[in-house]
Structure formats: C-alpha cells, structure tokens
C-alpha cells in the first residue's frame, strides 16, 4: 500500500488554504468582539447661553461617534458649570433638534448609537426649577397677564407696550436673581456622557470668559418683565448670548 504524506497531498493543502482564507475574511468581525465600548465627542468652537427667568441654559452643537467595538448606549449627557473654581450649576440635555433648520425641539430620551454610527445635534440644556418656584411662576404669569391684557384694552393704549405694576413684577425679579448665575468671571464647563457601560462614559471639558458688558446684557433681561417679555411672551430683545469657547486638555 503506498504511503502518500501529508505534505505532497493537494487536497489536503487545498482545505488548509481555503480555511485559513475564511478565518482571515472574518478576521475584522471578529476584533470588534475584544473592541471595547468607546464613544468620541466633537463640538463647535461657540455656544448660545441664555436664562428663562433667571434659570440658565445652553445650547450646543455635539457630535457623537461609536468609536468602539459594541452598541454603545447613551442615557444622559449633562454639563457641570464653574465659575472661578467654585461649581454653580449643572444643566441637563433637555431637548434636541433633529435638524438645524427645525423651529420645535424633541425630547432627548437617550440614544443608541452602533458601531460607527454618528450622532450630531444642536442641544439645549437646562435644568427644572423647584415646585415651589414652579406654583411662584404658574399663579405670577397669569397675574401679570391679566393686568397686561386689561391695561391693553383700554382704547388709549392700543397698539402700545403697557407696563404692569411693581407687585405683579417683584416675583419675578425674586426668582431672577435667586436663580441667575451669569455674572462675570471665568468659567469651565465640563460635558459629561453617561452611558449604559460606566467604563465607557466621557467627560470633555472647556473654558470661556463672561466679561462685565456680557453679564450686564443678560441681567439686563429682567427690565422686560414689566411688559411680559420673557415672561408669557418673548421679543427679539430677549435673546442670549454667542461666546467661545476653547477645550482644555486632560
């Protein structure tokens, strides 16, 4: 009986090259599986902040990759704020936009992104006021609004801007200046995303400057509550403010 070798047997080789290219043909495949859960973040070099009432927000442009080797779930992202040193709010994302040129927001529930996938939108942080601030606003706002309306139908003052009277304004100032936080200084922000995954959340953080004439605009806002304007209604006048920002490394 002839004794044929392993290695003059083509038909043996030809299984052995045939296998070795399957296993390299699922060789990146199966890398993802030890690729850990790893998200990126990139963010436009300025940000709008404002404040409702006192109540300060930021909106922001952010874009979020999964970078890694497995679904990546995102469940909050939030934004520490110091000033000087000294921390003094933190903000939560609230609401997005689906796309730039979108006018209503969408409630922000969490994302889930698969690998390699891109998350990139403009998104408004902010945080809730308490209960006993939000009875304070509800009974103040229709208060104000009923002594505007009535002072708006009086024949003499149509088409005018009629102011209210310093007790239907004073909570309002109250709660401004309980709440506001926009003075000058130096200030970081931290942007911190929470995943599913602990070991894969990632904070990012950067740093602007609020100059005396910046937080004198913001806190100017309030001597337009005597008209209703960012209270139940809101003019061109009530806006916030663009400023840079520049990311500080680790």
Do not use: C
């Amino acid at each position: 009986m002839e004794n044929t070798s392993i290695f003059t047997n083509w038909t043996f080789w030809a299984v052995v090259i045939s296998s070795i290219a399957l296993i390299l043909s699922q060789l990146p495949p199966v890398l993802f599986w030890f690729k850990r859960e790893r998200i990126k973040l990139e963010t436009y070099s300025r940000i709008y902040i404002d404040h409702k009432i006192g109540n300060p927000s930021i909106q922001m442009y952010l874009d979020i990759i999964n970078v890694g080797g497995r679904l990546a779930r995102i469940d909050k992202i939030v934004i520490d704020i110091s000033r000087d040193s000294v921390r003094v709010k933190r903000l939560l994302a609230q609401t997005y936009l689906q796309n730039q040129s979108d006018k209503d927001a969408v409630l922000f529930n969490g994302i889930n992104l698969r690998i390699n996938e891109q998350w990139s939108h403009i998104i408004n942080f902010s945080d809730f006021i308490t209960r006993d601030n939000e009875k304070k606003l509800r009974l103040a706002i229709a208060e104000i609004r009923e002594e505007i309306n009535k002072k708006l139908a009086i024949p003499d003052n149509k088409g005018k801007v009629v102011e209210a009277e310093k007790n239907f304004v004073a909570p309002f100032i109250d709660i401004h200046n309980e709440t506001f936080i926009w003075k000058p200084g130096d200030y970081r922000i931290d942007i911190i995303i929470e995943t599913r995954n602990r070991k894969a959340n990632l904070e990012e953080s950067f740093r602007f400057t609020l100059f005396e004439s910046d937080s004198k605009e913001l806190e100017n806002l309030k001597e337009k509550y005597k008209t209703g304007d960012g209270v139940f209604w809101d003019s061109s006048n009530t806006k916030g403010l663009i400023v840079p920002i520049e990311k500080l490394s680790k």
